[in-house]
């Protein structure tokens, strides 16, 4: 069998990510490339040739390609997957924009956010934000498959693939970028973070995160936050764990002034250690926390800032 | 222009699911289902785009049995102009979904289709990338702003490393993210208005589309509990316990 993984980047760097998508592949098991489609892309090509089970990197540099717009991606992965019994995407925003476009010029099914590989054609995934576990099997000749980061473990990266260039330029010629606002962060990625530091609708306002700074700096944590303090505009979406945000398992995760609604613990509770700070004794959260802390986080942040 | 919205109906987003005991699928027996929260989004801003003079018809379509009308109502009195049910008994696959949309699409013409970006019961999030593919449309997906502008439409997107924005050649697809905008109540007068907007019924089978599965459910079981752990009493206690029994701080 073979596989085309898609490889998530910013034309700079590889995204970590896709090391778990890889891992996912081999789990699937086959010949595995990977496609980087960008614009000035080589260093990333030149990363991505290092990624263990990877025998052939393709790279498409084009300008065509360089925001990763989904109506010209999905042309390129389409024409590439007639040599292909799988292709996988990362379950990231791009992936989930330009895959189930691939999936239905390919005219097949999608299978989304795979947690597990049960087999070739049957793969894991949760469904009810996570309230349930699905076990789905393509009935497709090509399966066209999102993999969910947090499921796999990444490969190593001190492989050494042959690269391939691309000639092929897809330009669909219907959408183009006008810009990007980009949310500047000298912290660590939320999904790539070994420890996050999330508050919830309890921190009361957006200034009141900057009590979470000190102690993620101390702890080189990424800081999240929940839907309940995104709607109430104390933060910006992409800080947002939960369902319908991020979806993070970092080796420890704390959640400050979070009740723990169903939607957030869908984006958290595969944590390795969870914290939980709330002054509410009954909060759902702390049936998901292995130490929870009952106390007023403004007395509770400082103090912890002062003593790690 | 014309908006298309297909919503779908499914479990209410408060009510939390329970997997059947032979782990065949969720049991969705005498639980209150609603529009697909995504969905109420799509018609919202159907409905701004109306009001702003942009839009001149909005037109609601769903699949699924009968019971789909209740949330094509919802979408009427919430301000859609007329609804079409396509008729189904079958749960079927996105792809499947697409096609027949795709028929409509033929069918109705609308410069613009919004939809919700995943239905919170399969959690897919592909509907409306593929509906895109199918009519050879462009994407702005996850949308959190919406702006047409002449014959193209400027797209603002919720991404992984922040906001992007994309400008499209109409006709276009949109699919929403939360903060698109806070969907209105339906008032009552609205609701009561609702009832004698058109609903036309048409039968799944006679569009022409082949609807066979795509994929096959195997079982479906709970997740792994997590057990809850410990109250610690102090910072202290909470420091030392994370540095000394889990290890995840030096």
Sequence with gaps: ?308 | MKILVPIKRVIDYNVKVRVKPDNSNVDLANVKMSINPFCEIAVEEAVRLKEAGTATEIVAVSIGNKSCQEQLRTALALGADRAIQIDTEENLDSLNVAKLLQKVVEEEQPQLVILGKQSIDSDNNQTGQMLAALTGMPQGTFASNVGVEGDKVNVTREVDAGLQTVALNLPAIVTTDLRLNEPRYAKLPDIMKAKRKPLDVKAAADFGVNLDARTTVVKVTPPAERQAGIIVESIDQLVDKLKNEAKVIS
């Design chain 1, 1 to 308: 069998m073979s596989i085309l993984v898609f490889a998530e980047h910013d034309n700079s760097s590889l995204k970590a990510d896709t090391l778990k998508t890889v891992a996912a592949a081999q789990a699937i098991g086959g010949d595995i490339h990977l496609l980087v489609a960008g614009s000035n892309c080589a260093n990333v090509a030149e990363e991505a040739a290092k990624v263990n089970g990877v025998s052939k990197v393709f790279i498409a540099d084009n300008p065509a390609y360089e925001h990763q717009l989904a109506e010209n991606v999905s042309l390129l992965v389409t024409e590439l997957a007639a040599d292909y019994d799988h292709i996988l995407a990362t379950a990231l925003t791009t992936g989930k924009n330009f895959m189930p476009r691939v999936a239905a010029l390919l005219d097949v099914a999608q299978i989304s956010d795979i947690i597990a590989v049960e087999s070739a054609d049957t793969f894991v995934r949760p469904i009810y934000a996570g309230n349930a576990i699905a076990t789905v099997q393509s009935l497709d000749s090509k399966k066209v498959v999102t993999v969910r980061p947090t499921g796999f473990d990444a490969v190593a990266t001190d492989g050494n693939a042959e690269i391939v260039s691309l000639d092929t330029v897809k330009d669909a010629g219907i959408s183009s970028h006008v810009s990007d606002e980009i949310s500047e962060s000298e912290r660590p990625d939320l999904g790539a973070a070994s420890v996050v530091i999330s508050g919830g609708r309890g921190m009361q306002n957006g200034d009141n995160f900057k009590l979470l700074e000190g102690i993620a700096d101390k702890l080189g944590a990424a800081i999240g936050a929940s839907r309940a303090a995104v709607d109430a505009g104390f933060v910006p979406n992409d800080m947002q764990v939960g369902q319908t945000g991020k979806i993070v398992a970092p080796d420890l995760y704390i959640a400050v002034g979070i009740s723990g609604a169903i939607q957030h613990l869908a984006g958290m509770k595969d944590s390795k250690i969870i914290v939980a700070i709330n002054k509410d004794p009954e909060a759902p959260i702390f049936q998901v926390a292995d130490y929870g802390l009952v106390a007023d986080l403004f007395d509770a942040l400082p103090e912890l800032e002062s003593k790690l």
